[in-house]
């Protein structure tokens, strides 16, 4: 190989690696599930894809939306899916979670076709306004599953990613979100 064909090569892998590190700083993160909180969505040792730009400019996470986020009295990233929005009013109540635009409102228990077991214990936070920038958040296997009910709100500067697929070695598919 020639002294000009090895200096190609050389700056093809700088500009990779380089590429690939800027990639994963700012763009894409993926890792390991640990725990059983999302099941059966996501499940301990499942690989998941994270987009860490989802939720720039204007764009904000919606109700459903599974996303990896710090929440204020946990140092670490956690994987929930987003129930409740900014500026409304949620309560759990006989299992169901309802959203509401005022404490007098009836409400609407919404929908949620993606849990295995639809009831949601009431333990911790029941029934709160979420203020402007919070987002209540839960796991989708709501009986084990710590989250916005015993964590408190998550504040949008905190959620770092919207996960958009995952592979699933127990499973051995790749599913999308």
């Given at each position: 190989?020639?002294?000009?064909?090895?200096?190609?090569?050389?700056?093809?892998?700088?500009?990779?690696?380089?590429?690939?590190?800027?990639?994963?700083?700012?763009?894409?993160?993926?890792?390991?599930?640990?725990?059983?909180?999302?099941?059966?969505?996501?499940?301990?040792?499942?690989?998941?894809?994270?987009?860490?730009?989802?939720?720039?400019?204007?764009?904000?996470?919606?109700?459903?939306?599974?996303?990896?986020?710090?929440?204020?009295?946990?140092?670490?990233?956690?994987?929930?899916?987003?129930?409740?929005?900014?500026?409304?009013?949620?309560?759990?109540?006989?299992?169901?979670?309802?959203?509401?635009?005022?404490?007098?409102?009836?409400?609407?228990?919404?929908?949620?076709?993606y849990l295995e077991f639809p009831n949601t214990p009431e333990i911790g936070?029941?029934?709160?306004?979420?203020?402007?920038?919070?987002?209540?958040?839960?796991?989708?296997?709501?009986?084990?599953?710590?989250?916005?009910?015993?964590?408190?709100?998550?504040?949008?500067?905190?959620?770092?990613?919207?996960?958009?697929?995952?592979?699933?070695?127990?499973?051995?598919?790749?599913?999308?979100?």
């Open positions: 190989m020639s002294l000009l064909n090895k200096q190609y090569l050389i700056a093809l892998a700088i500009v990779v690696g380089v590429t690939v590190v800027i990639l994963r700083l700012f763009v894409f993160e993926a890792f390991f599930v640990r725990g059983d909180s999302m099941a059966p969505t996501l499940l301990s040792g499942d690989f998941v894809l994270v987009y860490k730009l989802a939720y720039v400019g204007d764009l904000e996470p919606e109700r459903g939306d599974i996303v990896v986020a710090i929440p204020r009295v946990l140092p670490q990233k956690v994987i929930k899916r987003v129930i409740g929005l900014p500026g409304e009013y949620f309560e759990i109540l006989n299992q169901k979670i309802t959203i509401k635009n005022s404490r007098t409102d009836e409400g609407v228990a919404i929908d949620e076709p936070k029941t029934k709160t306004n979420i203020d402007p920038k919070e987002y209540f958040m839960l796991g989708d296997n709501r009986n084990v599953s710590i989250d916005s009910r015993e964590l408190g709100m998550v504040d949008e500067w905190d959620i770092k990613g919207r996960v958009f697929g995952t592979i699933s070695f127990k499973r051995l598919k790749y599913i999308g979100f």
